[in-house]
């Protein structure tokens, strides 16, 4: 069964991520992880990450038009 595909709504992966986060953010300092982040965006380096970023965008599909919606 550990190969099974669950096709969409895969629930075994809904599952592992669903603890990885949990783990994640009960045992690392997030907050400091995005005060870090802050720091090195408007650093020197901040010209490399944002390029950076611009082409894992240009990667992807593109955004969900509901990531961004005021109110949610």
């Known amino acids: 069964m550990a190969n099974r595909n669950e096709g969409e709504g895969n ?26 982040a802050r720091k090195a965006v408007d650093s020197p380096e901040g010209k490399d990450l944002r390029q950076a970023e611009e082409q894992g965008k240009s990667h992807a599909k593109g955004e969900d038009p509901n990531l961004y919606k005021k109110g949610s």
């Open 11 to 36: 629930r075994t992966a809904d599952r592992q991520y669903r603890q990885g986060v949990k783990d994640h953010v009960e045992h690392h300092d997030v907050q400091g992880d995005a005060d870090r």
